[in-house]
């Protein structure tokens, strides 16, 4: 029997040895040709496989860019939800459809194994934290990891993850929830929630032919991937909302969204620190989107980016409107995006990346703008909601009531 000091004796040897044979290996390294460096190194990868016969895919949330959302990696966790979730221990729920029903999906550091063409393959969940520079907050990114015996290689690359992300995005289709961004407090990236606005076009008070108008432009810009390729200019349109407080600004946003089943991201410009970080936010976005900037007016001194120290005017000064009050400019919010920022994410290089995206300003003040922000080529169209929009609608409806179609 070997008895406990022994065991220590043999176990301290052990360490010794590997001591003295890492020092030696690092000696080798530092003091021997690069050429023998690159041959041991060759055979030593060779080594490797021969005793651990396994290949490696990561497939991460980001692109290795880390700016633009990975389409593979959301179509890898729907497959894996439906097909794979409920092996796995740590699982996380989530519901779809207006909470109607909940789906499984693998909680981060799970394991699970799929079969395929007589193939075990194994995918693990995991995440990094990254941080960018040490100015920055620290972003978590996550991945899936894809392990498979290297004799499957041709089978899972050409076949098995061209059938996962297949099935994948059949799954988001049929799961699909639209979804509401947003990059408010103090975030560097977007987190979202369930998009569940009610408001339709329908819903909508506004002037008939107003309406069909704005209708009839936004079904146009979905159907017109074809026309923006063949004129040379990113997919992507431009909305200026204006009128004042309470007309209807952001209904008709939900409304529009709803109309094209796109996505919206709530852009708070005072929580986006510069010009660099608005490119990264607008990178991150997705197609069918529409980005909006509301009350664009307060957001920031995009006014005074041009004349600075603008005196204002006197009824400024003294009204109290909900407005004018809380403007947050550069120097209060600790932003420094600038107009020409702004322009450049409109329309510059960086806003053809995606396609199919609506921006839409919304102000309550359409004259303090830059018109450099609303000419347009930038700002498309320019609607102007007012009391009357509500008005109108409401006076047609009292004389539908009565048995009357028009007022005279
Ligand atoms: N044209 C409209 N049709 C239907 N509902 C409306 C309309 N205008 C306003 N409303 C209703 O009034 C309320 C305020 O509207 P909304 O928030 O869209 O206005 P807004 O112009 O965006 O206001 P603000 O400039 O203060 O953000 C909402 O509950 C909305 O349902």
Redesign the pocket.
């Known amino acids: 029997m070997i008895s406990t000091m022994g065991l220590l004796q043999s176990w301290g040897g052990l360490g010794t040895s590997i001591a003295s044979f890492i020092f030696m290996w690092d000696m080798i390294r530092r003091y021997c040709p690069p050429e023998l460096i690159r041959a041991s190194d060759k055979w030593t990868r060779r080594i490797r496989s021969f005793f651990y016969p396994f290949i490696q895919i990561s497939i991460s949330e980001f692109m290795s860019n880390n700016l633009k959302p990975h389409d593979a990696y959301a179509a890898v966790e729907a497959y894996l939800s439906v097909h794979l979730a409920k092996e796995a221990k740590k699982l996380r729920a989530e519901t779809v459809h207006g909470g109607g029903k909940l789906v499984l999906s693998m909680d981060e550091h799970e394991r699970v194994t799929d079969e395929f063409g007589g193939a075990k393959i194994q995918w693990i969940s995991g995440k990094i934290v990254q941080r960018e520079s040490k100015y920055l907050p620290e972003v978590e990114r996550k991945y899936y990891k894809v392990t498979f015996h290297k004799k499957y290689r041709d089978m899972v690359t050409d076949t098995y993850l061209e059938h996962v992300i297949k099935t994948g995005k059949e799954i988001q289709m049929r799961n699909r929830k639209r979804k509401l961004y947003t990059n408010g407090h103090n975030k560097t990236t977007w987190s979202h929630i369930v998009f569940e606005h009610p408001?339709t076009f329908d819903?909508?008070?506004?002037e008939a032919e107003k309406k069909r108008e704005i209708v009839d432009d936004l079904l146009m810009f979905r159907e017109s991937k074809d026309f923006y390729a063949r004129i040379g200019k990113a997919w992507k349109r431009g909305y200026l909302l204006y009128?004042p407080?309470?007309?209807?600004?952001?209904?008709?946003i939900a409304a529009m969204a709803n109309l094209l089943d796109y996505d919206v991201y709530d852009l708070e410009l005072t929580s986006v620190r510069d010009n660099t970080e608005l490119r990264r936010l607008l990178a991150e976005t997705s197609s069918k989107s529409i980005i909006v900037i509301?009350?664009i007016d307060c957001s920031l001194d995009l006014t005074g980016q041009r004349k600075k120290k603008q005196e204002k005017p006197p009824e400024e000064k003294t009204s109290k409107t909900?407005k004018e009050v809380p403007r947050k400019d550069t120097e209060e919010s600790g932003s420094r995006v600038t107009l020409s920022g702004l322009l450049n994410f409109i329309d510059g290089l960086w806003s053809a990346c995606s396609g199919e995206r609506i921006i839409v300003f919304?102000t309550?003040y359409v004259d303090k703008l830059d018109p450099a922000l609303t000419r347009r080529g930038r700002m498309d169209k320019h609607i102007e909601?007012s009391y009357c929009?509500?008005i109108v609608p409401i006076l047609g409806k009292e004389l539908l009531a009565l048995g009357r179609t028009s007022p005279v």
């Open positions: 408001a819903s909508l008070a506004m009128g407080p309470g007309t209807g600004k952001s209904t008709m509301e009350d909900k919304t309550n909601l929009n509500l």
